[in-house]
């Protein structure tokens, strides 16, 4: 350090220095000045918008579900309820080695593989302090069981649920429906605002149908959360004020059907583990009394996700389709069913009278045509007039009634009933069938030799064969509409709302449609005295099914071709396929005077309609006036 | 006449007995009362942002002894030490960055950290201080202002650490060792012609660097300029401290209250993001005064800087009282979103070790040249 230097100016420094320091002070106090203000910016000027922003950061609005609404039959026998379940949840940030506590939980045979692989799945995107269900419906059993070694699985819970329960199980499943947990589909049809705490929704019948009434609408309640989403506990004034803006659910609004449980489950029971359908309807307002569609399935599998992959793909699966609606969706050829309603146009335009005869030699052929259309009876009927040809179903008279009328007034009359249209009944998935026509068979199809309507086609749409289809609720309605004289109803299941808090009950008026309207009201005593005769004169094909009955009923048999045979052949019951048998068909409606009920029964593959379906009439109907009675 | 008549020349008699006590331990007792002042609201504001754990306020209170023991032994080293000592402390600095650098420890994904056994600790801390002692060692018996050559040497004084930590890549303290040189350089006396010249340079050079800088760079300024369009991303941090400060209003929340921290909405807050926590408990009112008591600490330095001893003394207290402002500044100004994100903590407040020791060291070396200053002027 022994360098040459100039010879210091201290005092030239010093009063350097000095300046530089009073312009260092001055950029502190520029500085300090600019972040006082951005301060007040922040905490005075703008102190409304971070206060609310901190707000918003640290409550959370959580959705609260709506209890579903009960649906009664119409005597009060509840048939969809929410009843608590006990489910396992297991938290994630609680327990210390998952897969042991899973390996614990299935050696005490409370979880098994799948339930297992489900949890893994249900777990990604859950944060680790959120329950992930593990199972689902824990029986009493189960429920001791996991109590006695609750111990050992810390972080393990067991919550409360409500979930959809149908106490008459598999009963009535056709009308009711199910619920089932949302998917990606679902999401499109549903305002999510709304199903935002909501887990399940109708899937099919009258949960689909009433989704909206039957959901309710969701509360709401605020939630103080941190950062991560995680609940806290609020301290002192701010609980109260959470609870101040809570806002309750408001349920679902309850249901009552039609539906009569009682004679449901007499229907389900007459039907056995046969496929096929029964509808009853209350013939002066279109009341749905019993709607029964087998094989069924229990829709209790469906609320709460109690059911493995492997049981869904056997319903879905299932030959004997248990989840299809037969009677909504199902459509079959009318068969003989259709006669009466022929008849009945016959007479109003004048093509035959009561008195008029035909032999029947048991065939028929359109003039200067060697084709046989053969009667049921190969011997034949003889002479038949109108009323013994629906007593006895004789085929040949209504080939050449067909004949007479031409398909244009056939179609005319049969539309009026409602034939080839929904009836409009309030569950989802209803086909309209078909009532052909020249103009439908122009449309249908695209070759034009085919779209010409040929007589032969005429011919067996006299016995509801061809292309004549129809579903059994159809079959049902027109038989009601046979009943009254003409008088239509809408078929309907929901007859009235019940608020679940106040009681009070909405009754919706039935709903009455345009009337099938006659020239000659006696008509209908023509055809009315000999489907009367059907059931009530020895030779009547449904003399077997109201023998030793203490009411009289009208009614028609009926079977619908699966297979047709040959020219020449036969058709032995006994030699064919049981899956390519006739279905049996039966309407009938009672009592005789000022009707109340109409009736129809399909069997599958049942054969012959007296013998196969008449019987389940007859069960169905003495259950209706046992009831009837009390 | 540079000292009218100062009460350190009165009669012994003349002083309180507290006075005496802090004169014998070479203490500077306004100094001592701000700090305290400030490293005990900093435990309050930190109980707080914490989570209530009175371990953590326990472990910072350990590190404010461990500081003030520093800050004694270093207020009894006589100023000619010191500036003795500043060269080789340099030299020694600079070979613990190489070594960092070659064999450094790893921490949170940069190496910063030498592990020399029994203790670990940055050499960045001590670049802090060696630094300005270094350049102000340099001026010392230099003719002030300092000349081109002068000026040459003090920015290889200063550029060379800085660009080893920045390598670490630590580039906040780098910065702000930087800052440290060029305020001693600018306190020096440099003619404003250079300081023009240089800000003109620095002003021209801003589009040039904006084309050299990388992708993640370029964001990062980018989200600083607006915050808004990545709240989940990198303008979480600022979004959620403006919204704790705002939230705070003139009064704030309460201690304890801060539902920012308190729910964690509030990242790093008990330690960078401290005086958003500070604003949304105490509101504007506890903000200004913790602010007025760090400008006390500031004006306190200057005064001691200007009644100097020596050259080096008055640059290196002068620098060290404007980078404590600097530290200052550039956490409130990046907390209350003036500023980039830039991991600076909030001095003697925030919670974290090394770097409340370097500061009380350098408070030390302030009370050193205040109470060992000769009666008389040279």
């Known amino acids: ?630 | 006449m540079i000292f009218s008549e100062g009460e350190q020349f009165r009669p012994n008699r003349a002083m309180s007995f507290a006075g005496r006590t802090l004169r014998k331990l070479c203490i500077d007792g306004p100094l001592l009362t701000a700090l305290l002042l400030l490293a005990g609201a900093g435990l309050f504001v930190l109980y707080s942002a914490g989570g209530q754990q009175s371990d953590l306020v326990f472990r910072q209170l350990v590190r404010i002894g461990v500081a003030l023991a520093a800050l004694l032994l270093v207020a009894q080293i006589p100023p000619k030490y010191l500036r003795m000592w500043s060269p080789w402390l340099y030299l020694a600095g600079m070979i613990m960055l190489v070594l960092v650098l070659v064999t450094g420890a790893t921490g949170k994904g940069a190496q910063r950290w030498l592990d020399l056994g029994l203790i670990r600790f940055q050499p960045a801390e001590i670049m802090k201080l060696a630094v300005p002692m270094m350049a102000a060692w340099m001026l010392h018996d230099r003719r002030l202002p300092p000349g081109a050559r002068d000026l040459a040497k003090l920015l290889v004084i200063v550029l060379l650490p800085t660009i080893l930590i920045a390598r670490q890549p630590d580039l906040g303290t780098a910065l702000l060792i930087c800052a440290s040189g060029i305020l001693l350089i600018l306190l020096a006396g440099l003619s404003f012609r250079f300081i023009l010249l240089a800000g003109g340079l620095a002003m021209g050079a801003l589009p040039i660097l904006w084309h050299f800088m990388r992708d993640y760079q370029k964001q990062r300024v980018w989200t600083f300029l607006n915050p808004e369009t990545d709240p989940l991303g990198s303008g979480y941090h600022i979004i959620q401290s403006k919204i704790a400060i705002g939230s705070g209003g003139v009064f704030g929340k309460g201690w304890l209250n801060g539902s920012q921290a308190h729910l964690e909405f509030l990242p790093e807050r008990s330690t960078d993001f401290i005086f958003a926590v500070l604003g949304e408990e105490f509101g504007l009112l506890g903000l200004l005064s913790i602010l007025v008591a760090y400008l006390f600490v500031v004006g306190r330095g200057l005064y001691i800087a200007v009644h100097g001893q020596d050259t080096y003394c008055r640059l290196l207290a002068g620098s060290i009282s404007l980078t404590f402002f600097i530290y200052v500044f550039v956490n409130t100004g990046m907390v209350t979103g003036l500023l980039p994100v830039v991991g600076v903590p909030l001095p003697l407040v925030s919670y974290g070790g090394t770097s409340m020791v370097t500061l009380m060291v350098g408070f030390g070396m302030l009370m050193s040249f205040q109470t060992h200053r000769k009666l008389l002027p040279t």
Not at chain 1, 111 to 126: L, T
Not at chain 1, 214 to 223: A, T
Not at chain 1, 482 to 489: I, N
């Open chain 1, 1 to 630: 350090m022994l360098r040459q230097e100039p010879i210091k100016d201290t005092w030239a420094e010093q009063r350097l220095f000095n300046n530089r320091v009073i312009w260092a002070l001055a950029g502190m106090l520029l500085l300090s000045g600019l972040l006082t203000n951005r301060l007040i910016h922040l905490q005075v000027v703008e102190y409304q918008r971070y206060a609310d922003l901190s707000h918003g950061n640290r409550v959370r609005i959580q959705p609260l579900a709506p209890t579903r609404g009960i649906i009664f039959d119409r005597n009060g026998v509840v048939m969809a309820e929410n009843l608590p379940v006990y489910q396992m949840a297991l938290i994630a940030e609680q327990v210390s080695d998952i897969e042991r506590t899973l390996d614990r939980l299935m050696e005490l045979d409370l979880i098994d593989d799948e339930q297992r692989e489900r949890f893994f799945r249900a777990r990604r995107g859950k944060r680790s302090f959120e329950a992930v269900p593990l199972r689902y419906r824990l029986n009493d059993e189960e429920l001791a069981r996991f109590s006695v070694h609750r111990h050992e699985f810390p972080g393990v819970d067991i919550q409360a649920a409500l979930v959809r329960s149908y106490p008459l199980g598999s009963s009535a499943v056709h009308v009711l429906g199910y619920v089932g947990a949302i998917s990606e589909f679902d999401l499109k049809r549903i305002a999510t605002s709304r199903y935002a705490a909501t887990s399940h929704i109708g899937k099919t019948g009258i949960e689909r149908q009433y989704e909206d009434q039957l959901h309710g609408e969701p509360g709401n309640r605020q939630l103080l959360v941190n950062a991560q989403g995680r609940e806290m506990d609020p301290k002192g004034g701010a609980s109260e004020e959470l609870f101040r803006n809570r806002k309750e659910p408001v349920p679902g609004s309850d249901l009552i059907l039609s539906l009569d449980s009682r004679l449901q489950i007499a229907a389900e029971k007459a039907l056995g583990d046969r496929r096929g359908t029964v509808v009853a309807i209350d013939v002066n307002n279109g009341d749905i009394l019993a709607l029964v569609s087998q094989p069924g399935f229990d829709p209790n599998l469906f609320s709460a996700g109690g059911m493995s992959n492997e049981e869904y793909f056997a319903l879905q699966n299932n030959a004997d389709k248990p989840m299809f609606d037969r009677v909504l969706s199902g459509t079959y050829p009318p068969g003989s069913i259709v006669k009466p309603f022929l008849a009945l146009a016959g007479l109003e335009y004048h093509a035959v009278t009561p008195g008029q005869s035909v032999l029947c030699e048991g065939y028929y052929s359109i003039p200067g045509n060697e084709h046989r259309y053969r009667d049921w009876k190969k011997e034949g009927h003889g002479i038949t007039d109108l009323h013994d040809a629906i007593a006895e179903s004789c085929d040949v008279y209504f080939y050449m009634l067909a004949m007479e009328l031409g398909i244009d007034r056939i179609h005319a009359m049969l539309a009026d009933f409602g034939f080839g249209k929904i009836t409009g009944v309030d569950l989802p998935g209803e086909k309209k069938g078909l009532m052909p026509s020249r103009e439908w068979k122009k449309g249908a199809f695209s070759r034009r030799s085919e779209q010409i309507w040929f007589p032969g086609e005429t011919v067996i749409t006299g016995i509801g064969q061809g292309y004549m289809l129809a579903t059994p609720l159809q079959l049902t309605h027109f038989t009601a509409t046979m009943a009254t004289r003409g008088k239509r109803f809408k078929p309907r299941l929901v007859t009235a709302f019940r608020d679940p808090l106040s009681g009070e009950i909405t009754e919706i008026p039935p709903q009455e449609l345009a009337p099938v309207e006659l020239a000659n009201d006696r008509h209908w005593d023509e055809i009315h005295k000999a489907m009367a005769a059907v059931m009530n004169t020895p030779r009547g094909t449904g003399w077997a099914a109201a023998l030793g009955g203490e009411y009289k009923m009208a009614g028609k048999t009926g079977s619908a071709q699966v297979f047709s045979i040959g020219q020449e052949e036969e058709y032995e019951e006994e030699e064919i396929d049981e899956r390519l048998r006739d279905h049996a068909l039966f309407i009938a409606f009672t009592p005789l005077e000022n009707p109340q009920i109409a009736i129809s029964v399909l069997v599958e593959n049942g054969g012959s309609g007296g013998r196969a379906a008449g019987p389940v009439v007859r069960q169905v109907l003495d259950a209706w006036y046992r009831e009837q009675k009390q």
